[in-house]
């Protein structure tokens, strides 16, 4: 199977990904998510970044609700782009697609930070992304679920932008349903046909290292996810494909698994894998930046 991996679209898709269905023979697309293009980063940054005050609170209700939808409209874009392809897609979501955050955050805690402002907690919160892409026939949705085809099994994680804390029970609850999935498919996993996909990369590797062009407070580290190397390392499935640190773009080896970034689609950064669980190997075939 070849499987093109793309992912952290911020609102953009490329034309020459169509192309490369065609000519590299693409069997299957695999996307980590970020479909939005978060168009108030540096706002977010600036205002928000390590301090406890919603963006609005700084630009006003009335700004902030416009910008949230005109990210959700660039989203949805790249989501029709995406179900138009000759192949199926399989995705999870990226945590700029504004996914409920409870696999991250304790449920309570997220009520605490947002009951200052309900409204708040029902514009950022709720699964409009989610729910939308129930429209889109040809993309797979694979949070916390499997999705089969050609002969794989894709078992996926969403969000996770920050390492996240294991000790949570929304990290211990979302950890017990990945390892279900993979208890169920074990015979599978055994045979090489697991495919992994994550929004993040796992944490502590050449994958998750932040660039020094970062906030100060996290340049250098490593900030992918922990719940994603842990079921890396315990289920040890043939491959792992996550994005999320676009500068940790290229690939590493965790056991017998290969991990994979593949960049930023909005920069035209992709990967293709090849995977072939007779030989119980996979390989990174062709990958070209911009």
């Known amino acids: 199977m070849r499987i093109l991996v793309i992912g952290d679209f911020h609102g953009k898709f490329s034309k020459k990904f169509e192309k490369i269905i065609k000519r590299e023979r693409i069997d299957i697309v695999v996307s980590n998510g970020d479909y939005l293009p978060f168009a108030y980063r540096e706002l977010w940054f600036k205002h928000c970044f390590g301090k406890d005050v919603g963006l609005w609170e700084v630009i006003g209700k009335k700004k902030y609700k416009v910008l949230i939808r005109d990210d959700l409209n660039a989203g949805e874009s790249v989501l029709k782009k995406m179900n138009n392809l000759p192949v199926s897609v399989v995705t999870v979501l990226g945590n700029m697609d504004y996914p409920d955050s409870e696999d991250v955050i304790d449920p309570e805690q997220i009520k605490n930070q947002c009951l200052r402002e309900k409204w708040e907690f029902d514009l950022d919160r709720k699964d409009y992304f989610l729910n939308l892409i129930g429209k889109y026939k040809n993309v797979h949705l694979a949070n916390y679920s499997h999705v089969k085809i050609g002969g794989y099994i894709f078992i996926g994680m969403r969000g996770h932008s920050s390492p996240g804390k294991p000790g949570s029970k929304a990290?211990?609850?979302?950890?017990?349903?990945?390892?279900?999935?993979?208890?169920?498919?074990?015979?599978?996993?055994?045979?090489?046909k697991i495919i992994f996909v994550s929004h993040n990369v796992p944490y502590n590797t050449k994958l998750d290292r932040i660039g020094m062009k970062a906030h100060k407070s996290v340049r250098g580290e490593h900030y992918g996810s922990k719940m994603a190397r842990r079921i890396i390392d315990q289920w040890q499935p043939i491959l792992a494909v996550g994005g999320h640190i676009h500068e940790g773009r290229g690939k590493q080896m965790l056991g017998k698994t290969l991990c994979v970034n593949p960049g930023s689609a909005h920069m035209g950064e992709y990967a293709i894998v090849e995977v072939n669980h007779e030989k119980g190997n996979t390989k990174v075939v062709f990958k070209v930046k911009k």
């Not at 979302?174 to 999935?181: G, V, Y």
């Open 171 to 192: 990290f211990r609850k979302h950890k017990r349903k990945l390892d279900k999935l993979f208890k169920r498919f074990r015979k599978e996993n055994g045979e090489g």
